[in-house]
């Protein structure tokens, strides 16, 4: 039995990814930081993944809000990871992510990754209207991702990429003597009053 790295094999998959789809083409792995946080309920019903921006729309770093006549300056934190700087952190749930069948694990990874701005600024994917993160419907959003992930598995050509998402949190405890993965606390906005 042998260790399995939850983080190191969400890694290989995300860059294999995002070479191989087209709509995902943009954006670069060295920039996202990729961890696993624990649900506090079991079952497949919440959330299964969470991706944090650092950055604000167009990619800046601050931006100022004005509340009467009183200005804020938020920012974004920096987070570094081998002298590289972040510009996304992504969290996977588990166990709740890793007890989903294989292709709803997928349309998880895609749907966050779906959310990075073209422009891998730092700032999301931003559609018209008041539902900017997901457009008009997020289950026609999450049908395309689908579509992706359909289109990903038909001419997916690395199955060793996929064995760690065979199965469920239960099994890959059984195949392993141990899962170790990037934890990471959630970035905060710095806000200071001008």
Same mark, same amino acid.
């Given at each position: ?30 920039? =996202? ?127 060793? =990429? ?33």
């Amino acid at each position: 039995m042998s260790v399995l790295n939850l983080t190191g094999e969400l890694e290989r998959l995300v860059a294999h990814i995002v070479g191989q789809v087209a709509e995902l083409s943009h954006i670069d792995p060295g920039r =996202l930081l990729l961890c696993v946080s624990t649900t506090r309920s079991g079952g497949i019903r919440g959330t299964y993944a969470k991706i944090h921006p650092l950055r604000f729309a167009g990619g800046a770093k601050s931006i100022e809000r004005r509340r009467g006549r009183t200005v804020y300056v938020s920012t974004m934190p920096t987070v570094i990871r081998r002298e590289v700087e972040m510009l996304y952190v992504i969290y996977f749930l588990v166990p709740r992510f890793l007890d989903l069948p294989l292709r709803e694990k997928l349309i998880t990874v895609f749907h966050e990754l779906y959310h990075i701005s073209p422009a891998c600024d730092g700032d999301i994917r931003r559609f018209p209207g008041k539902n900017y993160a997901h457009g008009s419907s997020t289950k026609r959003y999450n049908a395309y991702m689908g579509t992706l992930v359909d289109a990903y598995l038909a001419g997916h050509d690395r199955p060793e =990429l996929l064995e760690f998402l065979a199965g469920s949190m239960d099994e890959l405890r059984r195949r392993h003597c141990s899962l170790v993965a990037r934890r990471f606390r959630i970035p905060r906005i710095r806000t200071d009053r001008r």
